[in-house]
């Protein structure tokens, strides 16, 4: 502080005699900076004191837990939860954990994402540089489609897959989540794609480049920002999903979501806490991981798609 | 317009509408292989549009369009025999030079050493081999044109068509390129269309000069023809910086007609009119180029002489322009550099109605 004041008197001596000039002298405990960093500071408390007390209570065991000291840290740190939560852990009559679900997540997510993706580039990528006859009332539907509630749809999509002759299975799912990512992901890509340069598009069909070519050629290589926004969207979305997942597979096919919610909500024994927090952190890991290796690719992919619409 | 016997490019009829909106009105356009053609107009005129409907970008609504004698008003872009250039060069950004150049004839499944060749060739022409493995992120503006360029040049087309190549460029660039445009014009004789909104570059590229309106062409000519006898006031306003000067005013009809505007009467022995039925007594505006009036000494040799004072000065280095009144209106000559002349100063100016236009007020069209 007294540094702080020795440097304004100096300032003010110095306007005094010459009037301002050089950079305006800041001061870093202005009332501005007190708001600013102290409400990031609160906010950032509020959300990671439950994360601390998730961490802090899977690395105990049940007796400390039942001392009922939730933000204190482990006396003595087990990691014998987590290894319960991945391998051990009974749901229904399988015990081999989590892990099970897990598997089935990826098996879930990776064809929805790569499927959903492919198909919404594509039409975006449509809509944007040819537009057909018909183009915009097709759009105007497929929006429509974003703000009907997944619940009404549920019942009817569980009669067409058992017509099928898949529902209960792997494939169904992936089938339907890809049909409700299709909404939002076609906007995305319609919108990033609108925002390129038309003269782009002229010049390589001028070239003599086709509908693939051009896509393939020029559109792709341009669009890896907002692939990997689709990309994060996707599989957090479908990774953390637990309606379809609870309606459209069978026990042995939950994905890790609903394997979770019947490991922790399990009403028969003793509640393992740390077991409980361990399992919802697992679960949690793959959106999170993907989120803070791409986290700045992100933010350029949603303002990259954001600006023209 | 005198019908030309084998064109390159040949638009019949041609009408776009987007809606109700009509851009192009039934407009007719004959290029003459190996010529130099430039559509001029204000933004909004439908100049690149048309350019767009030429190229195959754009689906027509009426008409029909051969090149070299060929319908292509169903052809895909490609199949046009045309090479385009962008305003905005529309390079890939993700290939170097040498793929941009290479895009089309990849497509196109030529042999490998064909297009080794015709990059060389192009590469040499337009002075680009140092850059031919460069980004086009790595490249300066008038690189990138050129690169543009290039990229019409190696798929050996028989039209060139330009949407404002220089329009993104700085002054001086836009100058050193426009005379390369010419050069290259010059070497290659291909037939070529550009559109501009710039008059110097149409001035000075053009073999002919379409000017633009509305969808509509005004005028098609040699460019000192649409610079000497614009067919109507807009052509006039739209060529010429500083731009042409109009004084309202009425003609009186008689054995030598005079034009009359409050205070001045300017004979018209020596202007030729378009047609005799241009003589008859009618409200007029009567238009001369400020290089075409003289001022000082110079000026009592003219046919036309008046008595004015200098109303602003506004030097621009290589010459000055100078306001002063006639007729009640303002208008503005342009006098040498090195003549001083004070805001009040009394002078004499002088003009040859030979070399001015005359416009009905009502129509617009030139008497």
Known sequence: ?309 | MAAIADPSVSIQNLSLNFGSVSVLQTLNLDVAEGEFIVLLGPSGCGKSTLLNCIAGLLDISEGRIFIKGKNVTWEEPKDRGIGMVFQSYALYPQMTVEKNLSFGLRVAGVPKDEIAKRIARAAEILQIEPLLQRKPSALSGGQRQRVAIGRALVRDVDVFLFDEPLSNLDAKLRSELRVEIKLLHRKLENTMIYVTHDQIEAMTLADRIAVMRGGVIQQLDAPQTIYNRPVNRFVAGFLGSPAMNFINGHLEAGEAPVFKADGVSVPLGRYQFDNESGRAAKPCVFGIRPEHIEFGEAARAMPFTAESTVEIVDPMGSDTLVWTKLGGQIISFRVEADKTLRNGDAIRIGFDPARASLFDAETDNRL
């Open chain 1, 1 to 309: 502080m007294a540094d702080v004041s020795v440097a304004a008197e100096a300032a003010a001596i110095r306007s005094a005699a010459s009037g301002p000039s050089g950079p305006k002298p800041r001061h870093a405990l202005s009332r501005r900076n007190i708001f600013l960093y102290g409400t990031l500071l609160v906010v950032a408390l509020y959300y990671l004191l439950p994360l601390y007390v998730m961490v802090v209570t899977s690395l105990k065991g049940m007796p400390e837990i039942r001392l009922g000291n939730i933000f204190s840290p482990p006396l003595e740190i087990t990691f014998e939860p987590w290894v319960k939560a991945w391998s051990q852990a009974c749901t229904g009559l399988n015990c081999d954990g989590l892990s099970r679900g897990f598997w089935n997540s990826v098996r879930i997510t990776v064809p929805s994402v790569l499927l959903s993706i492919a198909i919404a580039s594509v039409n975006g990528y449509a809509l944007a540089n040819w537009r057909f006859k018909g183009a915009d009332t097709f759009f105007v539907i497929l929006i429509v489609g974003a703000f009907i509630p997944y619940q009404v749809m549920i019942y009817p999509i569980v009669i067409i897959l058992r017509e099928i002759g898949i529902y209960g299975t792997l494939t169904g799912l992936v089938i339907v989540h890809s049909i409700f990512g299709m909404p939002i992901l076609t906007l995305l890509f319609r919108n990033y794609f609108t925002s390129m340069p038309e003269e782009l598009f002229r010049a390589a069909r001028v070239d003599g480049a086709g509908f693939w070519g051009i896509y393939l050629r020029i559109m792709l290589p341009m669009s890896l920002p907002i692939f990997v926004v689709a990309i994060i969207l996707q599989v957090t979305g479908i990774w953390n999903d637990f309606l379809f997942g609870v309606v459209y597979t069978r026990p042995d096919t939950y994905p890790m979501t609903v394997q979770l919610n019947n490991i922790v909500n399990s009403v028969q024994g003793v509640k393992e806490y740390n077991v409980n927090m361990a399992a919802t952190i697992l679960t949690g890991l793959v959106p999170l991981i993907v989120y803070f290796v791409s986290g700045k690719l992100f933010v350029r992919g949603i303002a990259a798609g954001a600006v023209k619409g």
